[in-house]
């Protein structure tokens, strides 16, 4: 579990894993660039949330750029090795930023898709319905239909320049969360903007996470 340079959410994340037989450790991301500590030991990465760096030039812009840099080819060969990586909040926008989410068949850690602000023009603080996608190959939601959770976000709207990719990322099963309306049965992804509140951001085809 990372922390550092305003990773805030490490504690309540190595308390889940251990919630469910892991044996987590808080690894400074100062120690695994410096050589102290390797990837390679580890059998799971995550990244917390909080606010990396202070949100400066982007949510999750600087922690990304270090890790893409100073630890790519540890990254590289954990990706390739088949161990997971989970981003959570502010995790989630370092690994979109550092090109690692949506996921690659070359793992080439090239930035396809950004989290920007929200059109609200505000931080929010909200409840939201989230949807997951039964037939998604991602190993965190399997089993999982739907659930209410609070967000805290003021970057949180999925952007890509290249449109056609969202096809290719919805094919593949790797929109994996979407906000939905409550009221509506399961499953109702929708691929046309929902009204704010019900998606908080306005991101593209309601996208709340992605593998």
Partial sequence: VLSGFGINCETETMA??????????RIHVNRLVGGEATLSDYHIMAIPGGFSFGDHLG?????????RFGLREQVLEFVKSGKPIIGICNGF????????????????????????LNDSGHYE???VTL??????PCIWTKGMQRIRVPVRHGEGKF??????????WAESGQLVVRYVDPDTPYPSPSDEPLPYPTSPNQSWRNIAGVC
Wanted: aromatic share 4%.
């Fill in 16 to 25: 889940v894993f251990e919630m469910v037989g892991a044996a987590a450790d």
């Fill in 59 to 67: 949510s999750g812009r600087l922690l990304g750029n270090r890790l």
């Fill in 93 to 116: 926008q370092v690994l979109v930023k550092m090109g690692l989410l949506p996921g690659d068949d070359e793992v080439s850690l090239t930035q396809t898709a950004s989290l920007a």
């Fill in 125 to 127: 603080n909200r409840w």
């Fill in 131 to 136: 949807e997951f996608d039964p037939s998604s």
């Fill in 159 to 168: 952007v890509t320049d290249e449109r056609a990719l969202l096809d290719k």
